[in-house]
């Protein structure tokens, strides 16, 4: 079974630019989420989806934002890029459903994103 | 304010040992408790979770703990390996939101 897709797995941005990351769930996941890891840290949580509807949003600014298709494919927006948004961009999908998630995380390899 | 801390530096153990790496966290309660692994340019993989009603879990050669009194999980790797050495992550649901919270993980190298 093919696990978390993402495209693109590299990109090289300038300033100001905008990108589009995409991610496949595992089939049957319903529920999408979006992290960044800067180098030497751990993830950070950007935005849950579940069923196409928005279920939780990080400390991120409103230059990023995301959205759920009906076949549970996810894309993450970056608008107006900064130096400081390089990083690896990792995308989670799960089965979804309870409110306290007692489900583990499938990650895909990330796209690495670079901002000169 | 709330936070999770992991061991900064890397962890150096001899192979056979057991390695220890520990997660910490303060103004979390959280219900569920997950350690993941990580290697260079690959996104994490899922390896224990644990509840707060439980105080020890086990998977071959893995276990965690989880003290929610001392809000403190500590993980094992017994009779570790080389193909052990990667970074390790301990993630917590912040109860009432549907949001993960990474630690910034522990690097581990196992050395032959």
């Known amino acids: 079974d093919a696990g978390v897709t993402q495209s693109p797995t590299h990109l090289i941005k300038t300033r100001g630019q905008h990108v589009t990351l995409r991610c496949s769930p595992i089939s049957g996941h319903k529920s999408v989420s979006w992290y960044q890891q800067v180098l030497g840290q751990g993830p950070q949580f950007i935005f849950q989806y579940y069923e196409k509807e928005e279920r939780g949003r990080g400390n991120f600014p409103d230059r990023f934002s995301a959205r759920q298709f009906p076949n549970y494919s996810s894309e993450l927006n970056v608008n107006a890029l900064l130096l400081g948004d390089s990083a690896l961009y990792l995308c989670?999908?799960?089965?979804?459903?309870?409110?306290?998630?007692?489900?583990?995380?499938?990650f895909g390899d990330g796209t690495r994103l670079s901002i000169l | 304010s709330q936070k999770i801390e992991q061991n900064s530096e890397a962890l150096n153990i001899q192979e056979g040992k057991t390695a220890t790496l520990t997660c910490n966290y303060t103004?979390?309660?959280?219900?569920?408790l997950q350690w993941y692994r990580q290697d260079p340019g690959r996104g994490p993989v899922f390896l224990l979770l644990i509840r707060e009603n439980e105080k020890e879990k086990r998977k071959e050669r893995l276990k965690v703990t989880f003290d929610t009194t001392l809000k403190q999980s500590l993980f094992h790797i017994t009779a570790s390996q080389p193909a052990d050495s990667a970074t390790y992550l301990c993630?917590?649901?912040?109860?009432?939101?549907?949001?993960?919270?990474f630690g910034t993980g522990t690097r581990l190298k196992v050395l032959a």
């Open positions: 989670a999908s799960t089965t979804g459903g309870d409110v306290y998630s007692n489900q583990p995380q499938h």
């Open positions: 993630a917590l649901d912040a109860s009432g939101t549907y949001k993960y919270i």
């Open positions: 103004n979390y309660s959280p219900a569920y």
